[in-house]
């Protein structure tokens, strides 16, 4: 039988089956993680705001639901975290500014709203940098990328690119205007989706500029990420540029393996600014289409 101490490292979609199936309470892997985060994050930085109350109260309903038999998704149960621009009622957002350091929303953002609706028991809020934008307020300690604390940990979701990457959490949300879920998701060794413009509604989040900002989720998987992604994806009545599309099952194909897909390579981008071993990869993949 595995021990909490074992469970950092697990898959979203793992430690959510575990807790499903009453291996593991939703509690025991929610205080498994916030003591980690205690143990942790003091170097790694990735946290702006600990939501422990409402996490370990969200875990405790979780497992009460579960005991019923009333499961309300693959994600039911499992500690998950946002980052710090999407509004949470009550608990601070800051948006990596300092300006709002006391700000508290009066409502969730509809992807907070619909990850507490999947049943997802949130830790708390990840840091980022001012505003989403260039780099971190020079107040604020910046997230460490946790492989090697010299490296880059990526641009404007760098909190959620680190306390996934780290353990901190299963899953996170970050945004991307210019990059900001792709970046630090490379950066920190995990699976990050920028989505379809729209795909995800806006609503209630820090806006950085509008007709470029995405939601998107961050995990250590493609089959978490998009858990996460189906999730929160969908038409919404408070953000009119939602897609009105219906949401896929996206965990559908996750076993059809890659054969026959296609990916399309830019070549003379390749011949640019490209370190070697990137250039030699693309090279040979060109070679072997």
Not at 1 to 11: A, G, P
């Amino acid at each position: 039988m595995s021990t909490s101490n074992d469970w950092h490292y697990l898959e979203l979609l793992d430690i959510a089956r575990r807790i499903q199936a009453r291996e593991i309470s939703s509690v025991d892997a929610t205080q498994a993680q916030l003591e980690r985060i205690a143990r942790l994050d003091g170097r790694l930085k990735s946290y702006a705001t600990l939501m422990a109350d409402s996490a370990l109260a969200d875990a405790q309903r979780a497992d009460a639901e579960i005991a019923r038999g009333e499961i309300r998704g693959p994600l039911h149960g499992a500690p998950i975290a946002v980052k710090d621009l999407c509004w949470t009622q009550g608990v601070k957002t800051a948006a990596g500014m300092t300006i709002h350091a006391n700000f508290k929303p009066d409502q969730d953002a509809t992807v907070v709203k619909r990850l507490r609706a999947a049943g997802g028991v949130i830790l708390g809020k990840l840091q980022l940098t001012e505003g989403a934008y260039a780099d971190h307020h020079p107040q604020i300690a910046a997230p460490v990328n946790p492989w090697h604390p010299a490296h880059w940990s990526g641009a404007s979701s760098s909190g959620s690119g680190v306390a996934t990457a780290a353990g901190l959490c299963y899953g996170s949300l970050g945004s991307d205007t210019g990059g900001s879920i792709r970046f630090p998701s490379a950066a920190n060794g995990v699976t990050g989706i920028k989505p379809s413009w729209g795909r995800v509604s806006r609503y209630a989040v820090f806006e950085l500029a509008a007709s470029l900002d995405h939601i998107g989720p961050m995990a250590r998987s493609a089959a978490d990420a998009g858990a996460l992604l189906g999730a929160i994806a969908g038409a919404d009545a408070n953000d009119p540029t939602a897609s009105q599309q219906p949401v896929p099952n996206y965990l559908a194909g996750m076993t059809r393996g890659l054969r026959g897909l296609r990916v399309g390579i830019d070549t003379s981008w390749n011949n640019t600014a490209v370190d070697a071993p990137t250039r030699d990869m693309m090279a040979e993949v060109t070679l072997n289409r």
